[in-house]
């Protein structure tokens, strides 16, 4: 944080002071976030029965599609807080203008995301058109206060596109990440910081202003990750080989709710009943076999 929004006592940050542009934090908070997560899933492992014996991918089903979209439209809104609120002001009028190009980007986030899965899975599927809407936020969060309202909306078109081939890249190379957080916040993070560097008014490659301060923002990319994935790795790596990382594999068949609380989310009969129609499988394993998309992205 220091590095893109130093403080007035200390003469701003390295990459502030190279003219890095990261309004409300694509890279400062959500690459970061990103990376930290790639971290963590690399080292705790995939889930029991996410892969199976010939090595492909087995989706896990979310158990409740509506609650999803109920909890990516509350992001959606309280990104209004989180965008156009880092003016900490209202007047002077580029709140509104963030408040603009924040909810197209949002919007045209979860356009492409649709679209992309339509082409690519023959459905326009939910789970990636929610996490379409969340990258579209994420994507705009650097340049939402430089970006022409067009290219806010087409950064997040694009965004839309990237998560969804992210998601599919990161379960081809197995690595199991259950919201797609790294897919929506590391790339779509890194993705909208670049867009700035590509689309910001009279600075960015397509606006009359040259490569310069695209180096400037893939300089902040990479620093991001070099700074957040190594000592996150390591970090993650110290507390698997000390005190542990991840439940046992029967704790997390049995289920967390029941395990860690003494409780089931649902009565076991409504688990049967879903397990019969699922094909007979065990209810502790009913979640290991459906479901095409990671769920949205907290």
Known sequence: GSWAWGGLLDGGGWLENLGFLDFAGSTVVHSVGGWLALAGAIVLGPRVGKYGPDGKPK????????????GVFILWLGWFGFNPGSTTAVGGGSFAYIAV?????????????????WILFKKPDISFSLNGALAGLVAITAGCDVLPVPFA???GL????IV???????????????VGAISVHGVCGAWGTLAVGLFAKEVGLFCGGGTAQLGIHALG???????AFPVSFGIFYAIKSTVGLRVTAEEEMEGLD????????YPPSFVNGVSSVAGGT???????????????AS
């Open 59 to 70: 989706a896990i089903l979310g158990h409740n599609i509506p609650l999803a979209a109920l």
């Open 101 to 117: 190009t924040t909810n197209i980007s949002a919007a045209a986030g979860a356009v492409g995301a649709m679209v992309t899965s």
């Open 153 to 155: 909306a087409l950064t």
């Open 158 to 161: 694009a965004a839309g596109g």
């Open 164 to 178: 969804v081939l992210s998601c599919v890249f990161f379960d081809r190379i197995r690595i199991d990440d259950p």
């Open 221 to 227: 990319v990479a620093a991001a990750f070099l700074g």
């Open 258 to 265: 029941l395990t860690e609380h003494g409780i089931y989310a």
């Open 282 to 296: 065990p209810a502790t394993a009913v979640t290991a076999h459906l479901a095409p998309a990671p769920s949205p």
